[in-house]
């Protein structure tokens, strides 16, 4: 399963310029022995930074400039071990900001606090809201570790599994959009935003929650970057006709993908060094091989690199994709993925036989449901 990380560490926020701002951060966690150690950790700029302090009585104290605010992490050695040591270490992600930022916990700072600062109030906001789905995952994580292989091996078990887990996902993210809705003048909102638009923003859910943020923080760059990302996503979103290209196939040949015009078409986005994609194509096979009589196709488009030539096309061998396959060998700059807005893969996008966009990313199961119910 893939998880989305939401708020990592070290990530600074990428908006306009900043002038310095000093900081403290103050904090006081009981029962705490005297040997204990905070570690702060924190990216200023391109530098990344560790600052250290002893703990007295369960009290310390950092403080310093920042040119700009971004995320910080900070963590407790109870034992004094040292930080490269910590086997099981006891963290708080932050915002370090200008101002006073107030801790106050007991035993541990991982369920401290946090409190002082605009961010800092907003982020303590937003993660009251989620207390209750972070539980749920804690007990999620905990039932998936304990597992026994005969439990990992049956699909009934795996199946409960992605459906809790596609549950709490959806908990989750109604979590953030209320946030949002709700902040929109913080540039927790807008770095959430970002954060849970991904790579390729859903144009339905994540443009409205822009337009509703203010304008100051539509103006920052990261806004700037995100609508650029929602209009390329206008052009590839289901019911919009699929750009047009050609690329050359293993032979020189070139693919034009009108050319496939009074079909359906699988535009597949893959490559030979993907596993996800190589472990996906035997059930493209088994689609193409069912429904290929019956006006089906596929045109694959690898984003393999030149040195690696040899590897795709002994993937197209070896997985027996028997269809069209093309490339321009550029890797990540493959031009028909850029002008997909691609940056992750596998992904695909089913046309019509007139060109037009009728479903976005259909694998396994959900690729042959799909393609009985439309050729059946």
Known sequence: MIKRMLLSAFAVLPF?????ESYTITGEITNVPNTAKAYLIYSD???RKIDSTSINQGKFTFAGVVSQPGDALLTIDHKGVGMSKLSSPDLLNLFLEGGAISIKGTDSIYN?????????????????????VTAKEKAFRKKFSQATQEELNSQEFN???????????????????????????SLLSLKTLVEIAGPVPDVALVEPLLNALSPELQEMESAKALRKQIEVGKLVMVGAIAPDFTQNDPDGNPITLSSFHG??????????WCAPCRQENPNIVAAYTKYKDKGFTV????????????????????????WAQVSDLKFWNNEVAKKYGVSAIPRNFLLDPNGKIIATNIRGEELHTTLAGILN
Do not use: C, H
């Not at 946090?114 to 209750?132: F, H």
């Not at 459906?163 to 902040?183: P, V």
């Open 299 to 322: 045109l694959g488009v690898s984003l393999d690199r030149e040195t690696g030539r040899n590897a795709w096309l002994k993937a197209i061998k070896d997985d027996q994709l028997t």
């Open 45 to 47: 700029g391109a530098q």
């Open 159 to 185: 199946q409960r599994l992605e459906s809790e887990y596609n549950a709490l996902q959806k908990e989750k993210d109604e979590a953030y959009i209320n946030f949002i809705k709700t902040t929109p003048n």
């Open 112 to 132: 401290a606090v946090l409190s002082g600062t605009p961010l800092n109030d907003d982020r303590y906001k937003l993660n009251s809201s989620l207390a209750a």
């Open 16 to 20: 306009m310029v900043f002038a310095q």
């Open 263 to 272: 079909k359906y078409v699988l535009v597949d986005f893959w490559a030979s």
